[in-house]
Every structure is written in structure tokens, then in C-alpha cells.
């Protein structure tokens, strides 16, 4: 109790016996009944009233005699906690301006304060951490095991999961001492899951994670969306790739991520029909640059109409750079070589970069004119770097090629850059 409020008590309590004294000076008080002590041969009378005010008397007296031996004792345990409480807050100040050493030890210092050696530890574990000091950091991470179990195994998860080891973290979120878990915890966790190839069991938990609000919606959606299409991805076989695509929302199907994961998992369980249909309904809802050059790149068959559809997507889309990717390479699977050529030229001039380089490489290789697929190949090498791809030249050509790149041509079609009496 505070001093003031321990003087307050005090001064009640002395109006308190001033009143009952008087009170006490009546002298019918014996009907309210009489009290008798014997001891050592003699009795005492006395009346009930009297008595109960004597035994409050020396209750109080008891109590003040109390809270002045105590009086010191209370004021170093005061002056502990203030002082704990600055080692923290110099701590995580000295933590947040990357002074990992002399925050570890501020805050193991604030940590002899039980009402904050949880979050103490916690932080200390992370200075040790920042300066790589593995041995400490267990040490402080053993020490933070004893006092608070929960944040111990949020931070043991957070270090397993930097090592790549989330079947090792999910173990040590799933023990019962922590139950249930707290929002970090079960975002943690359905990382875990995330990563172990688990994604059907992660997408399960997004109902809590969303009614937590440990991320913001953007964030939850983009991670709804991410793990819908590798739960896709994961699929054993047609059944449960059937099944996972009907549990996916309808509104999260025409996206990209999960239409193109589903598309591409099919096709890889010879259930072609379904993936060419999932793409042609998502594109023609939403046009996206890289579903339309899964499209084209699908090893798949229908490619008459798949080639239909390409144009027809083009008469509305005719700036993309991908959708001629697309349809070159379609022809290039027709071995329909004219328009391959003329397709490819146009997607790397429109800027399709270095798989349009690529895919002309493999028309010239089908053809056997290996010496301008490698160079093809070179020119996607140089894309990647980076660097300014080159012209081709066609092996015994004297003249100059026409241009210097390819991609400074007219995004109509042209025949190939090279040196034409060498057809």
C-alpha cells in the first residue's frame, strides 16, 4: 500500500476509535453481552463492545508495526523493478540500433525482474542471435524455456524454419504445453506446413489466421492465393487434384498463380482437357501475359485449336509480347516452320527476351541449322546477362547483317534477320 493511502487508513482509523470511545463511555453496553477472561487466577469482565474495539486496536497496531519493517524491503523492491524496467527499455533500444552485445546483456539483466524476463529473454535470444553467437543464444533459449513455453517455441519454429528444417518446427508448435497457439504462432505453422509440402493442411488454418488479423488482408490473400496453388501443385493424382480444385473459391480459380498451378499439374497427369479449358475460361475473363504463354508452351495436342484461339485472342491483344510467344510456338509444334519464324521474329521484337530466343534456337535445331540455333541460344544468354543481343548471321554470309538486334524491328511480320541468298 502506498504511504498516502497508509496515512488515510491511519487517520480513518483514529476518527474511528475517537467515535467509538465515547460510544464506549455508555454504561448499558453490558446487554450487548459480557466477556470474561481468566487467567492466572483472576478473571477479567468486560463487555463485548470493548472487547471487539481492542482487537481491532491491536490488529491495527500489528499492521502498522508490519508495513514499517516492511517499509524498506518494499522500497528496494521498488527501486529492482524501476531498475529492471530501464535495462529493458535501454535493451530493446540498444537491439533496435543493432548494438547486439550490449543489448544482450541489458536485457539478460532485466530478465532478474520476473514480470518481464519473458519478453527479456525473448529479445536477448535475438541479440545473440543477430551477432551469431549460437552457444549463447541457446543458452538464453533454454533459460526462456523454464519461465514462458510459448514464446520459447515461437522463437525454437522461427530458427528451424531459417535452417530449412519445418517438419522439426511444426513438431515443436504442436506440443500440447502451448495450446493453442497464438496468431504468430499459427502463422508460423502454416509456413511450416507451407514448406514441408503440406499445403492442403496450411490452407486449412487460413480461417484462423484471418480471424487473428496477424496479417494484413493483402497480405492473407496473397498467402490464400500461394498456397491454393501448391496445394494444386501437390495433388497425387487426378482425384485429388479434381478435389482440390473444386474446394479452391470460385473467385481465386481465374487467378493466375492457382489456374496456371492447376493447369500445369494436370497436364503433368495426362488430364489435358480440363488444363487447356481452365486457361482458355481464365483468359478470356482475365487476360494475364503468363497464362497465355503456359498456354503455349503446354505439351499437350489440340494445337489447331489452340492456334484459333491464340489469333483470336490477338485480334484483341495484339500488343502482347507473350501471346506471339505463344502462337510461335504452337506453329513450332505444327512444324508449320514459316509461320514459327515469323511468330518468333515478332515476339522478340515486341520484347518477348530470352524465350522467344530460345524457342527460334529450336526451330533452326528441328531444321538441323544448328550453327544459327546456337546462336539464338547466345543471343538468350546475353538477354539474361543482361547484355544487348546480337543479329544472326547465317555461317559463309560476307554482307553485314541488316540490323543489330533483332528486337529494333517493326512488331509486324518480318522474315528472319539474316542474310537472305544464303536460304
Known amino acids: 500500500m502506498k504511504p498516502v493511502q497508509s496515512l488515510v487508513v491511519l487517520l480513518l482509523a483514529v476518527a474511528i476509535g475517537i467515535v467509538a470511545a465515547q460510544w464506549l463511555g455508555a454504561e448499558d453496553l453490558n446487554r450487548y453481552g ?24 491491536a490488529v491495527l497496531v500489528l499492521w502498522l508495526l508490519w508495513s514499517l519493517i516492511a517499509a524498506p524491503f518494499r522500497a528496494w523492491g521498488r527501486y529492482r523493478r524501476k531498475q529492471g524496467r530501464v535495462r529493458l527499455i535501454d535493451g530493446l533500444q540498444a537491439y533496435e540500433h543493432g548494438q547486439w552485445q550490449r543489448a544482450e546483456k541489458l536485457l539478460d539483466g532485466a530478465a532478474q525482474d520476473s514480470e518481464v524476463t519473458a519478453i527479456a529473454l525473448a529479445n536477448a535470444v535475438r541479440s545473440a542471435q543477430a551477432r551469431a553467437d549460437g552457444a549463447g543464444g541457446e543458452t538464453l533459449l533454454q533459460r526462456l524455456g523454464e519461465r514462458d513455453a510459448t514464446l520459447h517455441a515461437l522463437l525454437r519454429a522461427e530458427q528451424l524454419l531459417g535452417r530449412d528444417l519445418p517438419v522439426d518446427a511444426i513438431n515443436t508448435l504442436d506440443a500440447a504445453a502451448i495450446q493453442p497457439l497464438p496468431p504468430r504462432g499459427l502463422w508460423l505453422r502454416t509456413e511450416a506446413l507451407a514448406r514441408a509440402g503440406r499445403a492442403h493442411e496450411a490452407y486449412g488454418q487460413l480461417g484462423a489466421l484471418r480471424q487473428s488479423k496477424v496479417l494484413p488482408s493483402e497480405a492473407a490473400s496473397e498467402l490464400e492465393a500461394r498456397l491454393a496453388a501448391q496445394a494444386l501443385l501437390e495433388a497425387a493424382d487426378v482425384n485429388a487434384l479434381a478435389a482440390q480444385w473444386e474446394t479452391t473459391p470460385k473467385a481465386l480459380r481465374p487467378t493466375p498463380e492457382v489456374v496456371g ?51 483470336r485472342w490477338r485480334n484483341v491483344h495484339d500488343d502482347s509480347a507473350a501471346l506471339r510467344l505463344a502462337q510461335g510456338r504452337v506453329a513450332l509444334a505444327q512444324q508449320d516452320w514459316t509461320a514459327a519464324d515469323a511468330f518468333l521474329h515478332e515476339a522478340i521484337a515486341a520484347g518477348a527476351g530470352a524465350p522467344a530466343w530460345e524457342a527460334l534456337g529450336e526451330a533452326f535445331a528441328q531444321r538441323g541449322e544448328h550453327a544459327l540455333a546456337t546462336q539464338c541460344l547466345a543471343n538468350a544468354l546475353r538477354l539474361q546477362r543482361g547484355e544487348d543481343s546480337v543479329a544472326l548471321v547465317r555461317a559463309g554470309s560476307t554482307e553485314a547483317p541488316l540490323r543489330a538486334t533483332v528486337e529494333e524491328q517493326p512488331t509486324v511480320v518480318q522474315p528472319p534477320v539474316y542474310d537472305a541468298k544464303d536460304r
Open 34 to 57: 459480557e466477556v470474561i477472561l481468566r487467567h492466572g487466577g483472576y478473571d477479567y469482565h468486560s463487555n463485548l463492545p470493548k472487547v471487539a474495539l481492542l482487537a481491532v486496536i
Open 261 to 311: 498451378a492447376y493447369a500445369t499439374r494436370a497436364v503433368a497427369l495426362e488430364w489435358d482437357e480440363p488444363a487447356l479449358l481452365a486457361l482458355e475460361q481464365a483468359l478470356d475473363q482475365r487476360w494475364d501475359d503468363e497464362l497465355v504463354a503456359l498456354y503455349g508452351r503446354l505439351p499437350v495436342d489440340r494445337l489447331a485449336t489452340r492456334q484459333a484461339n491464340l489469333q
